[in-house]
């Protein structure tokens, strides 16, 4: 019997845990056409909690649509994204109905000039994106039904150019009576200037909804009853070490839950021997991972980070300059808050004022830039 811990991809919504009160939010909000964003660092589990919401929504009626941009390099990339998600997720007289409307956008074609090839007549208007945009509000005009819309890695649109988001804000702004929106992505600090900034075109278009650490006892409760639920298996002396280890991060508190399971003979209780086999075989499969984030990074903001990941220094204090480096300068907050940016660390009542995003990057540059 496999592993019932799942940490590579968005999860299935009956195995969420400890989001009760953002999933509540989120349906409600959508049922009442109401903008959301949901704010949380990567890999806090946003894009299995938004599927929950469309989930929820789609069984009170809403039309459920989910979109990721993640990757998007043009405004046609967006609206061929927009055109998949629709063809995929409609259903029954739905999708025949969006079959229809999305030929009368894409180009024409007809016959060459002597019956060979095809001759194309190019569609207009940055790639149909507009049209595509329009779709809740022709929905509603012909099915009197409302959509609940999840556009997931939404800062990649900046990327493209600073119109893009404004595009969408033009039309979007428009379905107030038809369609609500939730936003997510992966980059706290381009999500956080699209719609905390004024110059930005979502500035105040969606009120938000927090995700934070997962609470332990319902960490706790999920993983002692998928033990037990799969050939008797007992997290034993190893759950204490786990749930202090993953501090509520829920990819990683799976992630060491997944090789503890793994390591756990089937009626039987994990021991500290267990844990310790569970532990080598997660630093083994991280190693790449965090060699590679370190790498990425400049280096100041390796020495702040290790700063932060020894959770006992100031930033700006002796201790700090002894043993990072790090001079007494403004340039460490601005390093820190870019490395926040960017996803690496959270705010917190720390030293610091910060901790670093994921537990396990935060032991191993603790440890010296390796596994202990």
């Known amino acids: ?101 999305v030929r009368t956008w894409r180009p024409s074609l007809t016959a060459a000039p002597g019956g060979v090839g095809m001759a194309a007549t190019p569609s207009a208007d940055h790639g149909g994106l507009l049209d595509r945009l329009t779709l809740p509000v022709r929905l509603a005009e012909r099915h009197a039904k409302r ?74 409760d999920a993983i002692t009853e998928r033990f037990a639920t799969h050939a008797g298996r007992d997290p034993g002396d190893a759950l204490g070490p786990l749930l202090d280890l993953a501090r509520g991060h829920p990819q990683r508190a799976m992630l060491l839950a997944h090789h503890l399971f793994e390591s756990t003979a089937p009626r039987t209780a994990a021991t500290e021997e267990t844990w310790q086999r569970a532990c080598a075989r997660t630093f083994t499969e991280l190693t790449g991972e965090a060699t590679a984030g370190w790498a990425s990074l400049s280096d100041l903001e390796r020495r702040v980070l290790a700063a932060v990941a020894d959770e006992d220094v100031t930033l700006n204090g002796a201790p700090a300059r002894a043993r990072y480096g790090l001079a007494k300068s403004t340039s460490n907050r601005v390093a820190a808050e870019r490395l926040w940016a960017a996803g690496h660390l959270l705010e917190a009542q720390t030293q610091t004022g910060w901790q670093v995003t994921d537990p396990l990057l935060r032991l191993w540059v603790a440890s010296g830039r390796r596994w202990p």
């Open 147 to 220: 959509c609940a819309v999840v556009f997931d890695e939404f800062q990649e649109l900046a990327r493209i150019g600073s119109h893009v988001p404004g595009m969408f804000r033009s039309e979007l702004e428009q379905h107030r009576d038809v369609a609500a929106y939730v936003f997510t992505g992966s980059h706290p600090g381009l999500m956080r200037d699209l719609f905390a900034d004024r110059r930005h075109a979502f500035f105040a278009q969606a009120a938000p909804v927090p995700i934070g650490p997962l609470p332990a006892d319902a960490l706790a």
């Open 1 to 101: 019997m496999g592993s019932p811990f799942f940490y590579e991809d968005p999860i299935d919504p009956a195995d969420m845990v400890g989001r009760d009160e953002a999933l509540t939010a989120l349906v409600d909000r959508m049922l009442a056409l109401r903008n959301s964003r949901v704010e949380g660092p990567r890999r806090f589990g946003k894009t299995s909690l938004v599927q929950a919401a469309l989930s929820g929504a789609e069984k009170q009626g809403a039309v459920a649509v989910y979109v990721n941009f993640l990757g998007v390099l043009t405004v046609s990339d967006v609206a061929d994204r927009i055109d998949r998600a629709y063809s995929r997720q409609l259903h029954g007289p739905l999708r025949r109905w969006f079959d229809g409307v």
